[in-house]
């Protein structure tokens, strides 16, 4: 089992839908990224979260530490969203340079 | 402010041979990382630098990779001699601040490796 899952895999939208992808993880954590990665390998830093809940634009990230749970929303979603969300963890006592990473959530917002 | 520096963009060679990726990170970042990015997968740590000094290359397979960052700046990655599996995006990324609450990651476009 991966220590950090993703859902779904794949999501596709209409323009406008309000949208969330889902983290879960399995080890205690000190933060969580969540980071955008378009077609051609750029990945972007969305959001690093150790408490709570951030917005920024249309992106909302919120993060429960007890429950070991994060979610990515995206309000009054836009073609130009599409992309693959990806979830990474920085582990408790770990080694400071080991982020997990999810396999992503591909996401493909139609007009 | 100047991103992330990654290059070539791509590389296609056949097995056995050799390659060399470069990254030049943003100007200040103490820390780089080096990932391995396999399709369908996410980034894979390879080896973490902080300024010139290797702080974790704990899944870097150092029978065939290696990876330097002389003046605590620039970085290469090198696979000699390169398989097949190793196919995939090679990113670099910086940070100013690892590990702190206020820690953002910042990555190159990558560098897509194809082993034919």
């Keep these: 089992k991966n220590e950090v899952e993703q859902s779904p895999q794949n999501l596709t939208a209409q323009e406008g839908e309000f949208i969330t992808i889902n983290c879960s993880y399995s080890v ?11 077609p051609g390998g750029g990945i972007v830093s969305l959001f690093m979260l150790s ?12 993060i429960n530490i007890q429950e070991k749970h994060s979610s990515l929303h995206i309000t009054a979603s836009h073609p130009r969203d599409s992309a693959v969300y990806i979830c990474a963890v920085r582990a408790e006592g770990g080694s400071q340079g080991n982020l997990i990473f999810g396999k992503g959530t591909k996401l493909s917002v139609k007009p | 402010e100047a991103g ?12 056995r041979q050799s390659v060399a990726f470069w990254c030049n990170p943003i100007s200040g970042h103490a820390t780089l990382y080096w990932y391995q990015q396999i399709l369908g997968q996410g980034p894979k740590l390879l080896i973490q630098f902080q300024n010139n000094g290797v702080v974790d290359d704990s899944q870097l397979p150092k029978d065939r990779f290696s990876a330097e960052r002389l003046k605590g700046v620039d970085s290469t990655l090198k696979i000699q001699p390169a398989k097949l599996e190793d196919s995939a995006v090679y990113l670099c990324a910086s940070s100013l601040v690892t590990g702190a609450t206020n820690e953002k990651l910042f990555f190159g476009s990558g560098t897509q490796l194809s082993v034919l």
């Design chain 2, 4 to 15: 992330v520096a990654q290059s070539p963009r791509y590389k296609i060679i056949e097995k």
């Design chain 1, 51 to 62: 408490s709570g809940k951030k917005k920024h634009g249309r992106l909302i990230a919120t």
């Design chain 1, 28 to 38: 205690g954590i000190s933060a969580l990224h969540w980071l955008q990665q378009h």
